[in-house]
């Protein structure tokens, strides 16, 4: 049987309460009005297409996310989207969620699943596009956030309307947080054209706040090669020199050990460095990339000047989620070793909200 919903009758003018102060600059909601319907609309309750009871005098309601942000914050993320699998905004979206974001994904990409399968089928989101469905979000002013994610990106002409995002979203909220991860490829293999690399390095990295590449995206936006740790630590300070205060090359193989490198410069004076060694599992994961970056604003979010913390947590939890992925492949009698394993976001939710600290960061003097 299906429940409908029953509305209590529309409040009066005199019993609307405005929004809290602290609220008022997220949002604004349109008063009740009746003067755009018919008597015979006025004269009572209509039957929604949900099934919901909808009365015609109420106004639009408000977007209670905007009206009332949570204390976490408000992301939109820009990244590819896979129907089946976890890479993109499949691997970032969730685990945002559970740290408590309200979170708005545009799907750069729409894949029926990742491009490492044998086939794939999907459409390619343009910049025209991208443009359009930030211009519908304006016209119900609905550009309120305090984050701004973004992943791969196929084109240049898409990369150069994700910086006019930057800018429209930046005239809403100044303070907005851009977390950029610079998808360009890994292990010496472009997943772009060559072209991005440039824009990258002119235009996004200096608007970006936090910045997240690999060892390899380091080197093509530095033109440093890195064969030691003290090089990782020279790119950052290049790239922090360039605009982000946050700099985490979020994997680097340097002399046999797999670390993360990380970077904070808060003041004039030198960047707080810092690295993670980070434990080796004999497996290859997609999307792993894309949760790291995720995991990293959520918790940079909770601690705020603490970056050292933030990325213990977040290798912690990505390690943790590696490691039952593994065993789960194991009990279905697969060797992990064989081929690229989709990660188990879903069953990883404790890993995510409350990851044990077990991957300790060591600070550079």
Request: proline share 7%; charged share 20%; with cysteine.
């Amino acid at each position: 049987m299906l429940a409908v919903a029953v509305l209590p009758p529309p409040p009066t003018t005199a019993l609307v309460r405005p929004l809290p102060r602290s609220c008022a600059s997220w949002g604004r909601w349109s008063s009740p009005t009746t003067s755009s319907h018919s008597s015979r609309e006025r004269s009572g309750w209509r039957r929604g297409r949900s099934g919901g009871a909808v009365h015609p005098a109420m106004g639009r309601p408000p977007i209670l996310s905007v009206a009332l942000p949570s204390d976490t914050g408000r992301v939109l993320s820009i990244q590819s989207h896979t129907v089946q699998g976890y890479v993109g905004n499949k691997s970032a979206v969730f685990p945002l969620q559970l740290l408590g974001f309200d979170v708005d994904p545009i799907n750069s990409v729409q894949f029926s699943n990742h491009t490492g399968y044998p086939k794939f089928r999907g459409q390619v989101l343009n910049g025209d596009q991208l443009w359009d469905l930030i211009e519908g979000l304006g016209e119900n002013d609905l550009l309120h956030y305090t984050h701004l994610l973004t992943g791969y990106i196929g084109s240049v002409s898409f990369l150069n309307t994700v910086l006019q995002v930057v800018e429209k979203l930046r005239s809403v909220n100044p303070d907005l947080i851009y977390v950029c991860d610079p998808v360009l490829g890994d292990e010496g293999k472009l997943y772009v054209p060559q072209e991005l690399i440039s824009v990258y390095q002119q235009k996004v990295v200096p608007v970006a706040s936090m910045l997240t590449p690999n060892q390899f995206e380091v080197e093509l936006l530095t033109g440093l090669r890195i064969t030691c740790e003290q090089d990782g630590l020279k790119a950052c300070n290049i790239l922090h020199s360039a605009g982000p205060r946050k700099v985490i090359i979020t994997s680097a193989l340097i002399q046999d050990k797999l670390l993360l490198i990380g970077s904070y410069k808060k003041t004039e004076e030198p960047p707080e460095q810092f690295k993670i060694e980070i434990p080796k599992i004999p497996a290859y994961f997609t999307g792993t990339g894309d949760l790291t970056t995720a995991l990293l604003l959520g918790w940079s979010n909770k601690y705020p000047d603490n970056l050292e913390k933030a990325a213990e947590l977040a290798v912690s939890s990505l390690q943790a989620l590696l490691r039952r992925t593994v065993e789960d492949y194991k009990r279905a009698g697969f060797d992990p070793s064989t081929s690229s394993l989709e990660i188990r976001l879903i069953q990883s939710q404790d890993e995510i909200k409350s990851p044990q600290v077990t991957c300790n960061a060591v600070k550079y003097s």
